[in-house]
Every structure is written in C-alpha cells, then in structure tokens.
C-alpha cells in the first residue's frame, strides 16, 4: 500500500493551495482517507477525513468552513482544498488511511494503517 501526498507549497495568507492523495494496493471504496499536519514543535493534528463507502466529511474545528475534503477525479484519491489559508495552517501535511478507521476518533490517527510522506504547506507573507 502506497500513499502519494502532492500539491504542497508556499502561499501569501489569504491564498489557496488543493492536496492531492492519490492510494495504490488499497481498495478505498470501503475504507476512509485522512489529512493530519504537523506543524515544527507541535503535536501532530487531524485535520479531516473522508469516508470513501458513504462520502461521510469530518472536520478539526480550525479548518471548517475554509478546508474542503472530497474525492479526487482520479480512481483512489482525495483532494484537500485549502482556502483562505492563515500562517498557523504552516505545517507538513501527511494522508493517511487503514482498515479499522473509527468516525469518532479518526482525528487521533486510530486505523490509520498506512501514511503516505508529508507534503510542505507554508502560508506566510
């Protein structure tokens, strides 16, 4: 199972930036995928998460109404949309998906079997 995490970069605050997962030996149709970020010094947040088998969205509290998780054009991937991005959005972004995810404790990493390798996002003027 591979995670490829892509579209990560620098934006002035305001801006916007879209991830992109793609998942290869994973069947995502049942399963859910995940974005966590880790910003330097800090410990490693949940920031959403969709379930491929109901199309279910879960939000961290800091990025509702200005992140938008969906599924990718792309067969296995899943887009992050990153609008009206702010410096404290700086962090390295890793998706994430597993067999046994939970609906309520996703935002912990429980299920998450698989990590792709983070991809850089930095919102700075």
């Known amino acids: 199972v591979q995670l490829q995490a892509s579209g990560g970069g620098s934006v002035q605050p305001g801006g916007s930036l879209r991830l992109s997962c793609a998942v290869s030996?994973?069947?995502?149709?049942?399963?859910?995928i995940a974005w966590f970020r880790q910003a330097p010094g800090k410990e490693r947040e949940g920031v959403s998460c969709?379930?491929?088998?109901?199309?279910?969205?879960y939000y961290a509290d800091s990025v509702k109404g200005r992140f938008t998780i969906s599924r990718g054009n792309a067969k296995n991937t899943v887009t992050l949309q990153m609008n009206s991005l702010k410096p404290e959005d700086t962090a390295v972004y890793y998706c994430?998906?597993?067999?046994?995810?939970?609906?309520?404790?996703?935002?912990?990493?429980?299920?998450?079997?698989?990590w792709g390798k983070g991809a850089l996002v930095t919102v700075s003027s």
């Open positions: 994430a998906t597993g067999y046994n995810w939970y609906a309520s404790s996703w935002y912990l990493g429980d299920g998450m079997d698989f």
């Open positions: 969709f379930s491929a088998s109901d199309g279910a969205t």
């Open positions: 030996g994973f069947a995502l149709d049942f399963y859910a």
